[in-house]
């Protein structure tokens, strides 16, 4: 049963995930369904077990539509088609479950998400910046984002030296 | 072999001749000439023009004949940071503790449009990155190009070599002073011109 179908079948079975389904010549996802925050960690544990490996976290801001933010997990196999997408629905001020007791690469891609939206990890080691200075407080990827405070590397030579944060 | 050996009369008037001053000028210029013909450049590469700067330093365009080539991993042992690629606002403090960590006499180069003014990513609403080396330490040379090719870097590099030749100024090259006193009007030395 490591097929995208006989997973999806078998998750479906414990009533954890809902249908979202996307056409596969479109996106290359075999399989797409939203599934609840609390079941994530047991899914991935599936798919895991399955043979399948983590491909990447992507977050959309869908703060005005559904009120929280996309997580879409895609975990996927070299045997193709074998791509599977999670979706899970954030609050706004609600918190994910870290997947990285599971899959040590989904470390990154958490920092990333938490940093450019804002989005809170519980069970994460190290949530801290990745790309963006330590210490930066505006989320650049938010919708309502506008513009960035100014850089403190504006001024000229004859300014004082930037600091670090 | 011949050389010619000063009288004790001409050392003594030469002597004489530099007795109020300390001249260096000289001792200088034959340094400057060292420095310039021995640029080691700090092993750095920040973004895409990097490739480029090592295409620049392997076989094919052979960066040695210019005596540039030999990157050095401390920058306690470079004189010259090629500025390769995107500055972003997170690597720029790291970028200046490098630079003031090398020893003076020091030069740098900003290669690519990143470098010199934030090249693609300069839009209103951008958050990440500096635009432009110059925001935060000197440079000397721009060699612009999104990347540029290996022969417009080693093309910079020689601009440097002549400005520090001629003591940290850009001053008429010799090809400038050729045409010159050539002297055939209109020849405004446009490179692409008539053939």
């Not at chain 1, 690469?105 to 190290?126: C, D, I, K, Q, S």
């Not at chain 2, 990513?121 to 990347?147: L, Q, S, T």
Request: aromatic fraction near 8%; include cysteine; glycine fraction near 8%.
């Amino acid at each position: 049963m490591t097929t995208p179908a006989g997973i999806v079948a078998r998750l479906e079975a414990n009533g954890w995930v809902a249908a979202a389904p996307t056409p596969h010549p479109m996106t290359g996802v075999s399989e797409s369904r939203w599934i609840a925050p609390e079941h994530l960690v047991a899914a991935a544990e599936a798919v895991k077990a399955a043979g399948y490996f983590y491909e990447s976290m992507s977050c959309v801001d869908r703060l005005e539509a559904l009120g929280g933010f996309e997580l879409v997990n895609t975990f996927a196999r070299w045997d193709a088609p074998a791509r599977v997408a999670f979706r899970v629905l954030v609050p706004k001020d609600g918190a994910a479950p870290s997947l990285t007791g599971v899959y040590a690469m989904a470390e990154w891609n958490e920092r990333e998400a938490w940093e450019l939206y804002g989005v809170a990890f519980t069970g994460h080691p190290n949530l801290t910046w990745l790309l963006l200075p330590e210490g930066t407080e505006y989320r650049p990827l938010l919708k309502s984002f506008t513009a960035p405070p100014p850089s403190p590397y504006d001024d000229s030579l004859t300014s004082p030296a930037p600091s670090d944060g | 072999m011949g050389l010619a050996v000063p009288t004790d009369a001409a050392l003594a008037r030469m002597a004489e001749d530099a007795r109020p001053f300390v001249r260096l000028a000289m001792v200088e210029d034959v340094l400057n000439l060292c420095r310039a013909n021995s640029l080691w450049p700090i092993t750095f590469g920040l973004a895409c023009c990097a490739i480029e700067m090592m295409a620049t330093g392997m076989a094919k365009y052979d960066l040695d004949r210019f005596g540039a080539a030999v990157f050095r991993p401390s920058p306690r042992q470079a004189d010259l940071m090629i500025l390769a690629g995107t500055i972003s606002r997170k690597m720029a403090p790291v970028i200046k503790t490098l630079w003031e960590q090398m020893p003076e006499p020091k030069w740098s180069i900003a290669m690519g449009g990143c470098t010199i003014s934030g090249g693609p990513f300069k839009y209103p609403g951008e958050y990440a990155i500096v635009e432009g080396a110059e925001k935060f330490m000197p440079v000397d040379v721009h060699v612009p190009g999104c990347p540029p090719r290996p022969e417009a870097l080693i093309a910079g590099i020689l601009r440097l070599e002549e400005k520090i030749k001629q003591g940290r100024r850009f001053g008429l090259q010799t090809s400038d002073l050729r045409r010159q006193t050539s002297g055939s009007a209109g020849d405004s030395g446009d490179a692409g011109g008539k053939p």
